[in-house]
């Protein structure tokens, strides 16, 4: 039995991620904060489902715990969860860029460092960290702060990949672009929705908008023996963003 973790996975792109990990054979396990409901819904598919805010180390640690009652193995980790605030830089607000510095950042970390013996057991382990193309160079407004974040994600990724490597453990991020999940349209009409389509399908060479399944397949592709060749890289899932640094068309 193969074991995977997916960190907030019970919305969104996470969810996508675990779903499509579970179907594939894994013993999937995912951490929530907030979204006690729709984890609990998971659990009818057989994923297990524990509560864990990745900001906070006390909580990895105990969670970590938790796991280990359940595997001394880990063969994919998968660091999606995230938060994000429309921030101008003029409007900086220091509680607000902690937040998801402690959550998009040092939750990676926490959980990495924490989930590293188990995936050291496993042997050929493969963690995969959801990034973002604001990460990389993004024109959408507000996003300063959050980018930040997500650089720090970007480039944590490539030097585990050159400390880990050594124990077979391959590292690499996935940076989508604007997809559609409860974060991205959660509270809106379908009127508001539809107009956010139109804007962002301007905005990318293939006309179109990206959905949860589109970023878990690629997250699929790199932790399975077909990419084990692989590491250190970023795979930017965003449709061709045109406004953005993240493509050379």
């Not at 963690?127 to 024109?139: D, M, P």
């Not at 997250?219 to 493509?247: C, M, P, W």
Request: charge should be neutral.
């Amino acid at each position: 039995m193969k074991y995977a973790l997916v960190t907030g996975g019970s919305r969104g792109i996470g969810r996508a991620i675990a779903e499509t990990l579970n179907r594939e054979g894994y013993k999937t396990i995912i951490f929530y904060n907030s979204s006690v409901e729709k984890a609990k819904e998971l659990e009818k598919e057989g994923i297990i489902t524990l509560k864990c805010d990745v900001g906070k180390r006390e909580e990895v640690r105990r969670a970590k715990q938790q796991v280990e009652e359940i595997t001394d193995k880990l063969h994919v980790l998968v660091n999606n969860a995230g938060l994000w605030y429309l921030m101008p830089f003029e409007n900086f607000d220091e509680e607000k860029y902690d937040k998801m510095l402690r959550v998009n950042l040092n939750g990676v970390i926490y959980t990495t460092y924490e989930f590293l013996p188990l995936l050291k057991n496993a042997g050929n382990a493969s963690i995969v960290n959801i990034a973002s193309n604001a990460g990389i160079g993004t024109a959408a407004e507000g996003t300063t702060f959050y980018a930040i974040t997500k650089a720090g994600v970007i480039i944590l990724t490539r030097r585990l990949a050159f400390e880990l490597g050594k124990y077979g453990i391959r590292v690499n991020a996935v940076a989508p672009g604007w997809i559609e999940t409860d974060m991205t349209i959660g509270g809106k009409s379908e009127e508001e929705v539809e107009k956010l389509r139109e804007f962002f399908r301007n905005k990318t060479v293939l006309h179109t908008t990206g959905k949860p399944e589109d970023v878990a397949h690629v997250v699929s592709f790199l932790v399975s023996e077909k990419a084990r060749y692989i590491t250190g890289q970023v795979i930017v899932v965003d449709g061709g963003r045109i406004d953005n640094l993240t493509h050379s068309v």
